[in-house]
């Protein structure tokens, strides 16, 4: 029993061929290209050419960090020169050098910078409940003048399920575009919908959301009459190609913005200030009055209140502190 025991543990740990070595390694460089999301790796390698091209050098110093902090403290805001210094650090790392963003002159300059040209954050306004009804109502009308199988009608199908999926799954850009169509689970009164990775998950387990049916401005419903019609093939929502049909490759996430600004002006409702996370702040904003703050950041995948407060479009109640003061003080 035990010979055979030995022999089994000796041909499961035979050597490992030289050819598959190599095709283990080109896996790991595979692997670990994908471990970062193209739009965060975009923008390491474009922050990294912008340190390089003012004159930065690879590897840095403190003080050379430092110099480039303060060269643009008057030129970019505080948030962009702590994402680039953050790079910076990134950079370091990967090559297993020292960090010179942890010395004293880098965390103090940018300190100075911080308390001197810090800025209220510039938010893009949240697509309103009022907003979202008009544009479906737009997409509906033009279902509904379009024949089956005509360009116009199949990109009105799919932007009706893409921004009402948006909006109610209070998604980010970069998750509604990247939704499979073989990840999706569509009952009679409900869409289970899964994202292999998002922003905050960093244990890369994926979140599934179910989105239930509603009697107005429906997600389900959507979805459902998107599919009938149409059939992507992986992406959920694939861009059209010149002829007019449903294309092999996602929306890509920086589009967003073209296309929610094309949906308002052709539903004529405000396209000012609208931006790619107009859909997840105008859930937020919308939800927010229900007071369900554990809702909401369960909603939005946030870890806590003040991330998620911070989506929320919210003003004092003027009228009501007004007439509260007229009730107490005489």
């Known amino acids: 029993m035990m010979a055979t025991s030995t022999n089994r543990l000796k041909r499961k740990t035979s050597a490992i061929k030289s050819t598959q070595i190599e095709l283990l390694n080109r896996k790991i460089q595979t692997f670990s290209e994908s471990s970062t999301p193209k739009n965060t790796e975009r923008a390491y390698i474009s922050d990294l050419d912008c340190f390089l091209e003012w004159g930065g050098k690879l590897p840095s110093t403190?003080?050379?960090?430092?110099?480039?902090?303060a060269a643009h403290a008057h030129v970019h805001r505080v948030g962009t020169l702590r994402r680039r210094k953050?790079?910076?650090?990134?950079?370091?790392?990967?090559?297993?050098?020292?960090?010179?963003?942890?010395?004293?002159?880098?965390?103090?300059?940018?300190?100075?910078?911080?308390?001197?040209?810090?800025?209220?954050?510039?938010k893009k306004k949240p697509l309103s409940i009022n907003q979202l009804n008009k544009i479906v109502r737009h997409l509906e009308s033009v279902i509904g003048d379009n024949y089956v199988g005509s360009t116009h009608r199949r990109k009105a199908l799919r932007d009706r399920a893409m921004i009402t999926v948006g909006f109610w799954g209070c998604l980010r850009s970069d998750e509604l575009v990247s939704l499979k169509v073989k990840d999706l689970q569509l009952t009679q009164h409900s869409l289970k919908v899964f994202n292999a990775h998002t922003k905050t998950d960093k244990a890369n387990l994926g979140r599934q959301k179910t989105l239930k049916s509603l009697p107005q401005l429906?997600?389900?419903?959507?979805?459902?009459?998107?599919?009938?019609?149409?059939?992507?093939?992986?992406?959920?929502?694939?861009?059209?190609?010149?002829?007019?049909?449903l294309g092999t490759e996602a929306i890509k996430?920086?589009?967003?913005?073209?296309?929610?600004?094309?949906?308002?002006?052709?539903?004529?409702v405000r396209k000012t200030?609208?931006?790619?996370?107009?859909?997840?702040?105008?859930?937020?904003?919308?939800y927010a009055e229900s007071g369900d703050i554990w809702g909401?950041?369960?909603?939005?995948?946030?870890?806590?209140?003040?991330?998620?407060?911070?989506?929320?479009?919210?003003?004092l109640d003027i009228k009501m502190i007004r007439k509260r003061l007229k009730q107490r003080i005489r």
């Open 273 to 286: 200030n609208i931006g790619s996370h107009s859909l997840r702040r105008g859930f937020a904003t919308w």
């Open 253 to 268: 996430s920086k589009s967003i913005l073209d296309w929610l600004v094309r949906l308002c002006s052709n539903a004529k």
């Open 86 to 122: 953050s790079m910076i650090s990134k950079w370091h790392r990967k090559e297993k050098l020292e960090d010179p963003t942890t010395d004293l002159v880098v965390k103090e300059t940018m300190a100075g910078i911080s308390r001197l040209y810090n800025a209220p954050v510039r």
């Open 218 to 245: 429906c997600p389900v419903e959507a979805v459902r009459a998107y599919l009938a019609e149409e059939a992507p093939k992986n992406n959920l929502f694939p861009s059209l190609t010149p002829k007019g049909e």
């Open 62 to 69: 403190p003080i050379g960090v430092a110099q480039y902090l």
């Open 296 to 315: 909401l950041m369960a909603a939005g995948d946030w870890k806590n209140a003040e991330v998620a407060s911070g989506y929320v479009e919210s003003s």
